[in-house]
């Protein structure tokens, strides 16, 4: 009986769809005319008509229109470095295609994280169907012309254009946790930048966003925080040709990787295929031998960049000339200004963007690639505005120029370092957009990469006195050559070629370290640093530090600009005061320290190389040395001088935070820096390793490390004649007692680890509270202790004081 039903249904859905007339599910071409008899006409890769009167937007697309790359960006952002959004910051390409589904028709993203790269169609369907892919957008057809696969179809487009496709919206809740969506009354698409090429279409619209509005950070910058109004640019692009040649990427190539499952591979192989990221670079000539190219890449700088900072950035990216040639390929980079009346986000140009925020932040360059081969088909770079004038204030810092006999000369000095480091900032960054990753071991060998984070390699003169003359290196390095040459260039056989050019890099003592093993407090790789310098990291901290207390000495009225209100001399001072900070960043990896490599299999017997005991132990005393009254406490001179913030100026996230409002808090600073210091020691992967590698006679011990902290804070007598350190001394006590418990409740650290410490911190409270020259503080750091030991899980350590950003430097 239910299959009779069923049967019956069948047959009744059938007649329905027979009885509709023929016509019902096509528009009818002569419709097209009247559609579009008041638009603007633009032909190119697909056409536009534009309908000013009613802000409407009509593209023609066809079954021929064929694959075609989706990109978003910025044409005006926000404004924030902690929400993002900057002007001409980008979304990496999709890969669309308009498909036809009776009378509608679909813009779909296709799956292309998972293919099956096999001549077996069958094959290729079975991954298709295993995989969803996107639609991003539907509409009715509104008129069609032509036949077959000439046909075309007129659709309404004005709904996608005015959607967030950049994800405005999902960043600032993400950052700002505010929600926000499009008003479309209050949004609108802009005629008069819509543009069609034979290649590419660009569409642009002005977005208005409404929201509650009470988020800091939308805050600092917006004019009405309940709405935010920015102009979304999208590009279609014809996608490329078949003749990109892809490049498998290896984990030593110092590039991005894309990475793709490829469900065809043989059983004995990865599914897991990476491809190098590049631009396709062709040569006039064939072959490995020296060519100039076909069609050379060419970085645009923003025409709104000033002088001195134009010639500087342009000087800068132009490195890379010498990186190509060497590879064999002649003439085949430059960067020039932004030719008169070109937009900068048509996806036919590279661009590098100089970009302006409320507060100074992050550079970075970016490059949106072929999600089908790794074939970069454009690289965006974004440079903050306000670094080169927070690197002139360190300078200023340095140097203390002003009301001194050669002021003049040493304020051009501490320009020039700014400018040196201007070029290298914009050689890194057009690095990324060439698909170039970080190295953060090349310091070791100096030079060694400006893919680097480079810290002002600061020097003292035969006199004493502070020098920043060769503060920064001028062009790229070994690494940039090797890398560049292994991503782009020409051999006669691929794999046999690299594996040779990888093998001769290793020998010249070419390391390398990616972000993932380095950006965290914890990391192992002593070479894989952030803003150190120099290849003996013991040797250049301890450089740093005689630098550190010359510049403090000297620091004062003579750092600030005589227009500058005095209260700014406490923001100035925070990159003096913490001058040390990322060099001992570095000697604190020394500290169960783990040094390898990046490599195949079939390269070399990959092993790993603890750091000796007798350099830990050396790193130890330095750590511990930062901890010092002698260390944290500043000059008396120098603190008379710190007057708080004026009226009409406001205390800045770039100063230490005060419990003395509105005085400069010397201690809560000294706090804060000792805290950051305990953190790096305590970190628990450091820990866990210490444990691991102490067994052998020569191993730097857990106990060893426990017991000198102990000494250190607790045992020696303060030594120092300002009237601050027995404070600052006693902080340090307190703030070493809370870091330890912290430790030992990470749930990152090893069991029988913290067996270890929980002895430790018995052993600790005993000998604090029997100590004989027993003082509130004694008292007090027992009290904290016997509170944890009652209730170890409930028990919660102080929050830390807040350490002023560092990065970037």
Request: hydrophobic content about 40%.
């Amino acid at each position: 009986m239910q299959k009779l039903k069923c049967l019956a249904l069948s047959c009744l859905f059938s007649a329905a769809f027979a009885t509709l007339p023929a016509d019902a599910a096509a528009p009818k071409t002569d419709s097209w005319t009247s559609s579009v008899q008041q638009a603007q006409h633009q032909s190119g890769l697909f056409d536009l008509y534009w309908n000013a009167d009613k802000n409407q937007l009509h593209i023609a697309v066809g079954a021929n229109t064929g694959p075609l790359l989706l990109g978003a960006s910025l044409a005006q952002g926000l404004g924030s470095n902690d929400v993002g959004l900057d002007r001409a910051s980008v979304r990496e390409f999709r890969l669309v295609e308009f498909r036809r589904y009776g009378n509608k028709v679909l813009l779909i993203q296709p799956n292309q994280r998972f293919i099956a790269d096999s001549e077996s169609a069958a094959e290729r369907q079975t991954v298709a169907e295993g995989f969803a892919d996107s639609v991003l957008w539907a509409g009715e057809i509104i008129a069609t012309t032509g036949n077959g696969d000439q046909q075309r179809w007129l659709l309404d487009f004005s709904s996608f254009v005015l959607s967030d496709q950049f994800g405005i919206a999902t960043q600032i809740q993400q950052t700002d946790g505010n929600a926000y969506q499009i008003d479309a009354l209050r949004s609108v698409v802009l005629g008069e930048e819509l543009k069609s090429h034979p290649e590419n279409i660009e569409l642009e619209a002005l977005l208005t966003f409404a929201g509650k509005g009470d988020g800091k950070f939308v805050g600092d910058v917006a004019m009405t925080n309940s709405a935010l109004t920015m102009r979304q640019h999208l590009s279609f692009i014809k996608a490329p040709d078949a003749g990109f040649k892809p490049r498998a990427y290896h984990p030593y190539s110092g590039g991005f990787v894309h990475n793709r499952m490829d469900f065809a591979q043989p059983l004995d192989s990865a599914l897991l295929q990476p491809l190098q990221v590049r631009f396709r670079l062709e040569k006039i000539n064939p072959g490995p031998a020296p060519s100039k190219v076909k069609k050379p890449i060419v970085f645009y700088l923003d025409p709104g960049t000033p002088e001195p900072v134009r010639s500087a950035l342009l000087d800068g990216a132009n490195w890379w000339k010498t990186a190509f040639e060497k590879a064999g390929f002649i003439d085949a980079f430059r960067t020039e200004v932004l030719p008169e009346g070109v937009d900068p986000t048509d996806s036919r140009y590279n661009f590098i963007a100089w970009t302006h925020r409320a507060t100074r932040g992050w550079s970075y360059g970016a490059y949106l690639h072929d999600p089908r081969t790794g074939e970069i088909i454009r690289g965006v770079v974004n440079l903050g505005s306000q670094r080169v004038r927070h690197d002139i204030l360190i300078a200023e810092g340095l140097l203390a120029p002003y009301g001194k006999a050669n002021e003049a000369e040493l304020k051009n000095e501490a320009q020039q370092m700014a400018l040196a480091r201007l070029r290298q900032l914009s050689a890194h960054e057009v690095g990324h957009a060439l698909g170039l990753n970080h190295n953060f071991a090349a310091s070791v060998q100096g030079n060694g990469s400006v893919m680097d984070y480079p810290h002002p390699q600061v020097r003292l003169d035969d006199t004493g006195k502070i020098r920043l003359d060769t503060a920064y290196d001028v062009g790229v390095g070994a690494w940039d050559d090797y890398i560049v040459k292994h991503a782009y260039g020409v051999f006669e056989n691929d794999q046999q070629d690299l594996l040779a050019l990888r093998r001769d890099a290793r020998v010249a003592g070419l390391q390398y370290m990616a972000d993932a093993d380095v950006r965290f407090i914890g990391a192992a790789n002593p070479h894989g640093n952030l803003w150190d310098f120099g290849g003996d990291t013991l040797q250049t901290y301890d450089q740093l530090m005689r630098i550190r207390g010359i510049a403090l000495s000297n620091f004062g009225r003579h750092a600030l600009p005589p227009t500058h209100s005095t209260g700014e001399l406490q923001t100035r001072l925070v990159p003096i005061y913490l001058l040390h900070r990322y060099q001992l960043e570095a000697v604190a990896r020394l500290i169960g320290g783990v040094s390898y490599a990046y490599l195949n299999a079939n390269e070399t017997e990959a092993r790993l190389q603890p750091v000796t005991g007798d350099q830990q132990r050396l790193a130890l005393q330095r750590m511990l040395q930062a901890l010092s009254p002698q260390t944290l406490t500043l000059p008396d001179s120098l603190r008379t001088q710190l007057l708080p913030v004026a009226e009409g100026y406001n205390r800045t996230r770039e100063a230490f935070d005060t419990r003395t409002t509105p005085m400069f808090d010397p201690i809560s600073a000294a706090e804060a820096t000792a805290a950051y210091t305990l953190d790096m020691l305590l970190a628990p992967e450091r820990l866990n390793r210490i444990a691991e590698y102490q067994h052998g006679n020569d191993s730097l011990r857990l106990g060893t490390v426990f017991n000198q902290l102990y000494e250190e804070v607790w045992e020696k007598r303060v030594r120092d004649d300002s009237p601050l350190a027995p404070a600052i001394d006693r902080t340090v006590k307190l703030t070493s007692i809370h870091k330890l418990i912290a430790s030992y409740q990470s749930p990152k650290l090893h069991e029988t680890v913290k067996a270890e410490l929980w002895q430790q911190l018995k052993t600790w409270q005993k000998e604090i509270a029997s100590d004989r020259r027993r003082s509130a503080t004694h008292e007090y750091a027992a009290s904290i202790l016997e509170t944890f030991f009652a209730a170890p899980a409930e028990f919660k350590p102080r929050a830390d004081y807040r350490l002023p950003p560092g990065s970037p430097i």
